[in-house]
């Protein structure tokens, strides 16, 4: 048996460890760029699974959370609150739309839609509606890899099967992209709506399950069909929240407000791990009450941690003082522009571009480790996965940056194919 030497003790993820090729070692990032302990610099596409929306060592985000560093790296906050996690949960109530303003922290994407579905089922429990613990969620989706999480992603993503006997059984079903899967759910939704807590999706666009687009009418039909049935709205923003599909929240773009939103990911402009859950007023107000039992019993030891909270406090600084959205406008154009060749290459199903999201889908799903290795030897990060090459980068990167990375991905599927 065979591990790679260069990933020392490290048991990496999403890799058979055998057979993956020796990982490249990370010394320093700057703005879009990594750079290899072997001297060689990459131009990032993916600004680390589309955290760092800023780039990275964004010197506004170091201050801060250099200057937190000093004063309070860490204090619980079961009974104690902080500046930090104060102004964040403030802020965000204050960006968000509607009155999505109930902010419960936790440390990961996954934990936070674990939290998102707690709230919703023991917010019909707080009602008196027992028996309300299905999710419907969506073919193509991912929701994080926690077994709650796995159990709500795509079936074959989620690796249902593989884990049958573990996850919980719900609804996964097609997104209502036309008249008959709307019906369909429409009819589900008729059928099973007392044993259904929420309706869960990504919205605008289900990224790692395949960077797959929708469009704002799909999001205005989940907001009537959980209206018409009574069931709560849970959109999970941790990919398209703060700018990436070229609205602050994707939610906006569709004129909807959720009962809850999921935040991560882009959240500390990639800098911490911090993720939130975000309640509307009236499901909050489900779990007020005298009786103890009816609290949401849930509680990350590093939730809201103050090092995270500062920097995603700088993070907004810099939404607020550098117009990012049209940096998002700018790059979508530009890889519309540069993209589009791809097209006409043999082997290129799609090309597709939503803010600043780019997409290459190929007709079948290749081999990926030449691939990745030949965007490598381009001097570019780009990680294909499935059937898709995507570009995520950072909203600061240039222009020439950004013609690198397409010029890569053309260059490299020319010679593939
Ligand atoms: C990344 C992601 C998650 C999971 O977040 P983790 O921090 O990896 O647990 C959940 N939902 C969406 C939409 C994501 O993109």
């Known amino acids: 048996m065979t591990v790679s030497p260069a990933a020392g003790r490290l048991w990496l993820p999403y890799a058979q460890m055998q057979t993956a090729p020796a990982p490249l070692v990370a010394r320093w990032t700057d703005g879009a760029r990594i750079g290899l302990e072997d001297g060689r610099v990459l131009i990032d596409g993916i600004a680390s699974w589309w955290t760092a929306c ?15 560093l000093e004063r309070m790296p860490h204090v619980m906050l079961g009974g104690l609150v902080h500046e930090p996690a104060l102004r964040l ?9 509607g009155d999505l303003g109930r902010v419960f922290f936790a440390e990961s994407g996954s934990v936070s839609v674990e939290v998102a579905i707690k709230m919703a089922v023991q917010y019909w429990l707080n009602r008196g509606q027992r028996g309300r613990t299905k999710l419907i969620a969506f073919r193509g989706g991912y929701h994080g890899d926690t077994l709650a999480t796995m159990a709500v992603c795509d079936p074959e993503e989620g690796m249902h099967s593989l884990f049958s006997g573990v996850l919980p059984q719900h609804h996964i079903v097609d997104l209502p992209c036309d008249p008959a899967s709307e019906a369909a759910l429409d009819a589900l939704l008729a059928e099973r709506r007392g044993e259904v807590a929420a309706i869960l999706a990504e919205p605008l666009v289900q990224g790692a399950g395949g960077m797959v687009f929708h469009d704002e009418a799909v999001l205005r039909s989940l907001r009537r069909l959980a209206d018409r049935h009574g069931v709560l ?10 700018g990436r599909t070229g609205t602050m929240f994707a939610c906006e773009a569709a004129g909807i407000v959720p009962d ?3 935040l991560s990911k882009a959240l500390t402009g990639g800098t911490m791990a911090l993720s939130a859950a975000v309640a509307r007023e009236a499901v909050f107000e489900a779990f007020l009450s005298d009786d103890p039992m009816r609290a949401l019993m849930h509680g990350p030891t590093f939730m809201g941690n103050p090092l995270a909270c500062a920097a995603a406090n700088a993070s ?6 550098e117009d990012r959205l049209a940096q998002v406008a700018a790059i979508g154009d530009q890889l519309r522009a540069e993209l589009e060749p791809c097209r006409a290459l043999p082997g290129v199903r799609d090309v597709r571009v939503r803010g600043a999201i780019g997409v290459v889908q190929l007709d079948r799903f290749p081999a990926l480790t030449p691939l990745k290795q030949a965007l490598a030897a381009e001097g570019v990060w780009v990680r ?6 995507y570009l995520t980068p950072c909203f600061t990167i240039g222009e020439s940056e950004v013609s690198v990375l397409t010029g890569a991905i053309r260059r490299v599927l020319r010679s593939a194919f």
């Open 89 to 97: 949960a403030e802020r965000l109530s204050a960006l968000l739309p």
């Open 233 to 242: 709205l849970i959109l999970d923003e941790i990919f398209t929240g703060f």
């Open 260 to 262: 809850i939103v999921t």
């Open 54 to 68: 800023h780039g990275y060592n964004h010197p506004h985000i170091r201050a801060a959370v250099s200057a937190q």
């Open 316 to 321: 907004l600084d810099l939404f607020e003082l």
């Open 384 to 389: 294909p996965f499935r059937d898709v090459v």
